[in-house]
């Protein structure tokens, strides 16, 4: 089994930026993809960024709303996984999940990945 825990959420004004954190524990070696998804009140979950083994950077992959202004990646070491976010807009305020799949494709499906956090509240103000 693995674990995800989510950090690094809050409060930030437009044009702001935000890092959030994502640290596994328990049997990380099973999980080979990593994504980050969202979801704001009344919408569905959907997919922000993702990146897969051998964690470079053609491994990546970035919904179109975010491509740009946010980046996906992996301190190896650690096995954290970040997502930095910059230029954040009104539109980018959801609940923020880091979730994990033990195969190696970066997937855009929620249905797709088996391990989840708890999530991590971003708010962008205007």
């Known amino acids: 089994q693995v674990q995800l825990v989510e950090s690094g959420g809050g409060l930030v004004q437009v044009g702001g930026s935000l890092r959030l954190s994502c640290q596994p524990s328990?049997?990380?070696?099973?999980?080979?993809?990593m994504g980050w998804f969202r979801q704001a009140p009344g919408k569905d979950r959907e997919f922000v960024a993702g990146?897969?083994?051998?964690?470079?950077?053609?491994?990546?992959v970035y919904a179109d709303s975010v491509k740009g202004r946010f980046t996906i990646s992996r301190d190896n070491a650690q096995k954290t996984v970040y997502l930095q976010m910059n230029s954040l807009l009104p539109e980018d305020t959801a609940v923020y999940y880091c979730?994990?799949?033990?195969?190696?494709?970066?997937?855009?499906?929620?249905?797709?990945?088996?391990?989840w956090g708890q999530g991590t509240q971003v708010t962008v103000s205007s």
């Open positions: 979730a994990g799949r033990t195969n190696y494709f970066v997937l855009l499906t929620p249905a797709s990945y088996e391990y």
């Open positions: 328990g049997r990380t070696s099973t999980t080979n993809t």
């Open positions: 990146i897969t083994w051998p964690w470079h950077d053609e491994n990546k």
